[in-house]
């Protein structure tokens, strides 16, 4: 059996004060976790939640935060939430 080793760094659900710790997880194909997320979702995630990811050669790349960053294909994004229903 392979195993994979998984990086996993959380995040609070106000992305401006860990955006950084987001780019560097897409850049290097970490997994976040951003938990406590509310009804509305920063505005900022919207290109990575939408998947507007943009495939340059052979490489991906994502404009995200006003900034073309490097997209690993191993990133993974999960997010928790309190609330009882959410949409």
């Not at 991906?60 to 490097?70: A, G, R, S, V």
Request: zero cysteines; charged letters at 25%; glycine letters at 2%.
């Amino acid at each position: 059996m392979n195993k994979k080793l998984i990086k996993l760094n959380a995040v609070s659900s106000n992305p401006d004060q860990d955006m950084k710790t987001l780019k560097l997880a897409i850049k290097a194909g970490f997994t976040v976790l951003i938990e406590n997320v509310q009804e509305t979702i920063n505005v900022a995630l919207e290109p990575l939640l939408s998947k507007q990811i943009v495939k340059k050669g052979k490489f991906f790349e994502l404009f995200i935060d006003n900034e073309t960053i490097d997209f690993n294909p191993e990133f993974n994004l999960y997010m928790t939430s309190t609330l009882p229903r959410p949409h």
